[in-house]
């Protein structure tokens, strides 16, 4: 797959693709020395573990965007958010919306895409598991914790809420362990479908 999405992509004048990889033990090295903005991972790769794979690539290049891309509509768009990827793009659409989508997620947007999954709201209302519009996620967190929850709900990075709360990256992420902990998710993405859930 990794050939036809370069193909596809090289259509487009602002975007670059400067690595295809076909081997999992080889992405590590490759994002360490090309430093791309994103990372498309295929879950159909031979014995790709992708929460692995996604802790994997972070640690080389914490300021990556991950996203899984796939050719079926929805069979990993859990796996994806328990991975704590920054997107989903199904091929079961047209290259205009997987373009879009990709910018999007290089914006710094959380997103989904696919035939049955154009917005972030969709792709909650798959992976919600039993979240009830009305429950709110955040009432335990302080009003600082609060804070930094609904900024990560709105696809902003660490470094990016930082700056608009005026305060250190390890301070945001002390936060964000907190709210994890308190609100029983493991990822960020979990926790924009709890938050977006709770608001729908």
């Not at 020395?33 to 295929?42: F, G, M, S, T």
């Not at 519009?133 to 804070?147: H, M, N, V, Y």
């Amino acid at each position: 797959m990794a050939h036809a999405v370069g193909l596809l992509l090289s259509e487009y004048d602002d975007i670059d693709v400067v690595a295809e990889i076909t081997e999992q033990a080889d992405i590590q090295r490759g994002v360490a020395e090309h430093r791309p903005d994103l990372v498309l991972i295929d879950p159909e790769m031979p014995s790709l573990l992708l929460d692995k794979m996604v802790d994997s690539v972070s640690g080389a290049m914490p300021d990556a965007s991950l996203v899984v891309m796939t050719t079926s509509s929805t069979g990993y768009v859990d796996t994806a958010v328990e991975a704590a990827a920054h997107g989903y793009v199904s091929l079961d659409t047209t290259a205009d919306e997987v373009v879009r989508a990709l910018r999007l997620i290089a914006a710094g947007q959380v997103t989904a895409i696919g035939p049955s999954i154009e917005t972030l709201s969709d792709l909650v209302a798959v992976v919600s598991n039993g979240t009830s519009p009305g429950d709110d996620p955040l009432a335990s967190l302080s009003p600082r914790e609060k804070e930094v929850a609904n900024l990560v709900a709105g696809g902003m990075s660490n470094r990016e809420i930082a700056d608009r709360m005026e305060l250190s990256e390890n301070t945001i992420k002390v936060h964000l362990r907190n709210v994890f902990q308190k609100t029983g998710v493991s990822s960020r993405n979990r926790l924009a479908a709890q938050i977006h859930a709770s608001n729908n």
